[in-house]
């Protein structure tokens, strides 16, 4: 379904001439935390991740789960700018910390974006820019986003 809505996406954005990003988000230190809580811990921090990030976007923009602990952001007629302050408030969003079971669990995330059309113009070129800016995110020590530079 997301590889669906991001080709549509792209396909209305050339039409319209409009900028589109696309963020992929991981949860910094996730094994950690299912090591130390447990998986039905891990889980809950999923969902919590998920239905923050949910919060923080329009209803025509994207949330979807694409790996373990990953999840892409497909914010629509988007520019940079604008992004930035979405995945900023995302970032803050899901640095604060999750109540389970009595427990208080910290979690961040480390989130990468690329843009149509400056940095990419189909969509595995843009989530292979995305991912990598979500790499450098984690190696710049997690908890923030970082915009693919080429």
């Known amino acids: 379904l997301?590889?669906?809505r991001l080709g549509q996406a792209l396909t209305h954005?050339?039409?319209?001439?409009?900028?589109l990003t696309l963020g992929i988000l991981d949860i910094d230190r996730f094994r950690d935390t299912n090591n130390?809580?447990?998986h039905l811990a891990g889980d809950a921090?999923?969902?919590a991740v998920a239905e923050r990030?949910?919060?923080c976007v329009r209803a025509a923009d994207t949330v979807a789960r694409i790996g373990g602990d990953e999840l892409a952001i497909l914010l629509v007629g988007?520019?940079?700018s604008k992004a930035a302050r979405v995945l900023a408030k995302i970032v803050a969003a899901n640095a604060a910390p999750l109540a389970y079971e009595g427990q208080e669990i910290r979690a961040s995330v480390s989130l990468g974006a690329a843009g149509y059309p400056r940095d990419a113009?189909?969509?595995e070129a843009l989530r292979k820019l995305a991912d990598s800016a979500m790499y450098a995110a984690k190696t710049g020590g997690g908890n923030r986003y970082v915009f693919y530079r080429g």
């Open 2 to 4: 997301f590889l669906d």
């Open 13 to 19: 954005a050339a039409r319209r001439d409009e900028p």
């Open 36 to 38: 130390r809580y447990g």
């Open 45 to 47: 921090v999923l969902q």
């Open 53 to 55: 990030t949910r919060g």
């Open 78 to 80: 988007t520019p940079e």
């Open 121 to 123: 113009q189909d969509g």
